[in-house]
């Protein structure tokens, strides 16, 4: 079956950086697109970033732009946020998902499969 597990979560300060995992397993990881979605403390999920199913193409919401890069790695089946420049703003957890399409949406419906999550929080 489908299985997404995301890690590398954890505390850091202001500035600081982490780098999250999302390990794919159950289907063709290469053969679709991924993302990157957060929820904030009494926030809905909102969209970070999305990646072609080959790589060469990124999409990013305007809030991270700059400061976190995904990449994928087709042949280890997993997927990286890196996050540098950390914010307060960016506590939140963190999920990867499947993308139903071709290139990924900011939309929640247009992913079929989410990981458990894993909480990141940058003190101020």
């Known amino acids: 079956q489908v299985q997404l597990v995301e890690s590398g979560g954890g505390l850091v300060q202001a500035g600081g950086s982490l780098r999250l995992s999302c390990a794919a397993s159950?289907?063709?990881?290469?053969?679709?697109?991924m993302g990157w979605f957060r929820q904030a403390p009494g926030k809905g999920r909102e969209f970070v970033v999305g990646?072609?199913?080959?790589?060469?193409?990124?999409y990013y919401a305007d809030s991270v732009k700059g400061r976190l890069t995904i990449s994928r790695d087709n042949v280890k089946n997993t997927m990286y946020l890196q996050m540098n420049s950390l914010k307060a703003e960016d506590t939140a957890v963190y999920y990867c998902a499947r993308a139903r399409t071709t290139v990924p949406t900011t939309t929640q419906r247009d992913y079929d499969y989410w990981g458990q999550g894993t909480q990141v929080t940058v003190s101020s």
């Open positions: 159950g289907y063709t990881f290469s053969r679709y697109s």
């Open positions: 990646i072609k199913w080959s790589g060469e193409s990124t």
